[in-house]
């Protein structure tokens, strides 16, 4: 079973979309799927589902003595796909115990399916990042937004130093220099992770081969969601390159997807997009990411560098080619009579709304970085 967990470093990036229509994908390829609401803090993949009437989740669970794990998992209406909802109203979701996670961890590990899509919280908290790195080749979902990429590159930095902190035991100098740092906020930001290993692997050898036999497994897969045009689609080398300078790895691009206003209609509607309009261009690029998942050819390539090129490459490509077949299909609608003048006015002047806010996001984060370089910070 291939487990990939979904995760994001904020709210609003899709990610639950995201998951849930990734999920259909597979299973109409043949795939046994069955996907978890691992956001137990505010669990709402139901929703996305059309799903009404789920008693019982993953928190009930947990806070039933003898519970089947048998019972939280539902079928859907959808071939192939299973469900196990999350149970966010119960109190105490948010923060499980350790214990906790490796039961739940234990019963979804051992779960027959082809496919195992867990849908996890937005944010950082240890129990997100601890799912996340349950399995090597995560994927986190970010958009264009400078915030959300930020964010997403903040992920990725505290998944890291969550796995020192299982790498490093008590007493170990590598565990005084990371408690240092977290006592220091400024000397956290400044860091290079690739320096501060090199003095591990001098000072604390057998902490470092520990860690690097972790971070072995750590193989984060990036999707670019509400994408608006092919230009938005190139940040994402940006995010790749802070990641390579600062934190020491390389990180994969899975693919972009285009916003789309259907996305809203199919959501009131109670229906994945990928079923409501299987033929749109965010369902085509849906589509195009399951395959990449089911190709299965990563493992034994993730550390060429020639590879990685490629998969970024390919992704400004299909952003192209993708932003061609969405101006077509304006075209389309517009002439066919479906899409009025009225409606193209309406489209344009809510891009050019958050066209907008994203320059005053812009404007904002560069100040701070003007600032913060000032004061001696390192990114």
Known sequence: MQVIPIASGKGGVGKTLVSANLALALGQAGKKVVLADMDLGGSNLHVVLGMTGVRGGIGSFLNTPGASFNSI???TDYKNVQFIPGDSDMPGMANLKTLQKRKLLKN???LNSDYLIMDLGAGTNYNTIDFFLAAGQGIIVTTPALTATLNAYIFIKQSIFRIMDTSFRRKTIARSHVDKLREDSTAIQKMYIPKFLEVIKKEDPESYTIFMEKIKNFSPLLIMNMVEDP??????????????????????????????ELQAIS???????????????????????????????????????????????NAETEAQLDFSSKIQSMEELLHS?????????DIVKTQQMEINELKKENTLLKSKIVKASNAGYKF
């Open 337 to 345: 009579g479906t899409l009025s003048s009225s409606d193209i006015i």
């Open 108 to 110: 979804l590990f051992s």
């Open 73 to 75: 998992i539902y079928d």
């Open 231 to 260: 230009r938005q689609a190139t940040l994402a080398g940006k995010l790749r390159k802070s990641c390579r300078q600062y934190l020491g790895f390389d990180l994969e691009h899975l693919g972009v997807i285009y916003r789309d």
């Open 267 to 313: 959501l009131n509607s109670r229906l994945p997009i990928v079923m409501y309009k299987p033929k749109s261009v965010l369902s085509q690029a849906v589509y195009r990411i399951a395959d990449k998942l089911m190709a299965d050819y990563r493992h034994d390539t993730r550390a060429d560098e020639d590879y990685f090129d490629e998969s970024y490459a």
